[in-house]
């Protein structure tokens, strides 16, 4: 497997510009998710990988060779789409041994590979059936194991589970896991679904209008999301996200509702960094409720209940904004009920209204 190292890459069609300036290095071996919202560049930035696009400027490296001007065919990378592009009338067999047969590759050879594809995807026994004859999750395996016989450098994947229902997602998301810590691939995998990102990748890349917006650790995008944009976009529910004034000398927030909270020292020091106003965000297990005032805690109304069996989400109106928290199932909240709520200051997050940047310590 290899290495990717995109350097400041950009795509335009035409006025438009779909990845802008680019840089990000996938390790040898390490499973990145690209993640964004529809439209944000994510399949335009595989296909330049792919060389199915051409840029408009950067640098792609895979392993120690600049690709950009080598044809897809010589870059030795697989690719798995969403719809597997299967060839129907083929058995699972021929499905296989397909791309090595373009490749003029020895019979026994063929027969090996794709063998030991089926062994290592599980789907010896479906070696003889046609597409038609698989179920959605079967027919992802097969179309993994054709990427898999070509002995790619890397593997680039473009939703390929967002065809198959939800039961199935999950368990080929726990397939697909585990493929790559078998194999120990390299793979840049595309989705929009941010739990697929955080449940799989090692690390993801958030893009927003085709411009990188963190690239680390699901555990860091989620506890250290670098601005609002990947605060509101990684986790769910979304982080709640309500704005207040600095005051005090940054001693405190001072709410548009008129509430007072209090800040640690920590939190403080991050607060006077502010250029204007501060957002405030907070996810909903960070939040508690309470059925009485006291310093520091925020009124606020019930404005519906969401029970899920083991968690219930908690929907509070505070005035300027809606705040979802969560309680255990044996809270009993009615709609319209006056509750306070505080707030964990240890996991609380401040960003910069005007530039929507965390503030750092
Ligand atoms: N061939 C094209 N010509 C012109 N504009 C294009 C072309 N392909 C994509 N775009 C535009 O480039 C931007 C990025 O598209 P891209 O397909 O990379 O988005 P995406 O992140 O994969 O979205 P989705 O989640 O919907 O698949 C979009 O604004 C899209 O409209
Ligand atoms: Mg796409």
Known sequence: MAQVRLGN???????????????????????????????????????????????????????????????????????????????????????????????????????????????????????????????GGQQQRVALGRALVRDPKVFLMDEPLSNLDAKLRVQMRAELKRFHQDLKATIIYVTHDQLEAVTMADRMAVMNHGVLQQYDTPEVVFNAPLNLFVAGFVGSPAMNLFPAEVADGGASLLGPEGWRLTLSERNAARARRATG????????????????????????????????????FVHVRIAAANVIASVGPDIRLRADDAVWLSFDQNKLHLFDVASGQALRD
């Open 9 to 135: 890459i950009v795509k335009h069609y035409g006025d438009s510009i779909a990845v802008d300036d680019v840089s990000l290095t996938v390790e040898d071996g390490e499973f990145v998710a690209l993640v964004g919202p529809s439209g944000c560049g994510k399949t335009t930035t595989l296909n330049l990988v792919a060389g199915l696009l051409e840029l408009t400027g950067g640098t792609i490296h895979i392993g120690d060779r600049q690709v950009n001007e080598l044809d897809p065919k010589d870059r030795d990378i697989a690719m798995v789409f969403q719809n597997y592009a299967l060839y129907p009338n083929k058995t699972v067999y021929a499905n296989l041994a397909f791309p090595l047969q373009m490749r003029k590759t020895a019979k026994a050879d063929i027969d090996r590979k794709v063998r030991a594809a089926a062994a290592s995807l599980d789907i010896t026994h479906l070696l003889q059936r046609r597409p038609r004859e698989l179920s």
């Open 277 to 312: 106003g501060v957002i405030l965000g907070a996810r909903h297990s960070m939040i508690g409720l309470h059925g009485e005032p006291a310093t520091d805690r925020i009124p606020g109304r019930v404005y519906t209940v969401e029970p899920t069996g083991d968690i219930t």
